[in-house]
């Protein structure tokens, strides 16, 4: 499906030419290995992961690396962007495959009547417009099942800026914060950073954060 509305002007820019042009950008073996090594950092403390959600998977190289550390893992992917999702389509089930932006979706029911065990974006949310990110964390948080991993450009204060000349198209803040401080029940298990001098597995000075969903009404 190709959508051709959009509530704001960050979803049309990546639904359109310059989404396309991304997918050249990222697609090799490095990124692969570096992804492979991210992931296994990342999550480390989350033990066996079964089935996870990524929202904006582009053609799915974190999804790939993931399947390379969890073989038996089932997956599900949110694009907007509809040469995207026709490569993801390639390799995964279409029904695992939610050609949609993230705001058009309702969470449970992207992936039956069970949730996913890890919910994941990686240089995503800092590309949502930032009036609709509260819409976007109430989503993250009622698709997973345990695990939400929040992989962005981190800072202390909400900033924008320009990306490949672009204005609004790029936030940094603290994303993982915003989502603690409104939702309780989300523990932090661990964080960190990885360089883009890396000198064998680099990413984009990606901060992670991996958090845990905690039962809202445990029993006593």
Same mark, same amino acid.
């Given at each position: 499906?190709?959508h ?18 991304y ?5 090799n ?17 989350a033990?066996?992961?079964d089935?996870?959600?990524?929202v ?9 690396a ?11 992917a ?9 490569e993801?389509r390639?390799?995964l089930p ?11 979706l ?15 974006t990686k ?23 345990r ?23 790029? +936030?940094? %803040? #603290?994303? /993982? ?7 309780? *029940? $989300? ?7 990885? +360089?883009r %001098? #890396?000198? /064998? ?7 992670? *954060? $991996? ?9 006593r």
């Open positions: 499906m190709k051709e509305m959009y509530r704001t002007e960050q979803e049309a820019f990546w639904a359109g030419t310059f989404g396309d042009q997918i050249a950008r990222n697609q073996a490095q990124l692969l290995a570096s992804n492979i090594a991210f992931f296994s950092r990342a999550l480390a403390r033990g066996k992961i089935s996870c959600l990524e904006g998977a582009n053609v799915g190289m974190n999804l790939r993931l399947k390379w550390l969890y073989p038996s893992q089932e997956q599900y949110v694009e907007i962007n509809h040469a995207a999702a026709a993801l390639k390799w279409d029904t695992s495959v939610l050609e949609h932006s993230i705001l058009d309702d969470f449970p029911g992207a992936t039956g009547d069970a949730c996913c065990d890890l919910v994941f240089g995503v949310l800092i590309h949502i417009n930032p009036d609709y990110l509260e819409n976007v964390y109430e989503k993250l948080c009622s698709a997973t099942g695990y939400v991993l929040l992989c962005e450009y981190y800072n202390p204060v909400p900033v924008s800026v320009d990306y490949r000349g672009h204005a609004q198209r790029l +936030y940094k %803040r #603290d994303f /993982a914060g915003e989502m603690m401080e409104r939702y309780p *029940f $989300l523990e932090l298990l661990d964080y960190g950073f990885v +360089y %001098r #890396d000198r /064998a597995f680099p990413q984009d000075d990606i901060t992670w *954060f $991996l958090m845990e969903k905690k039962a809202v009404d445990a029993p």
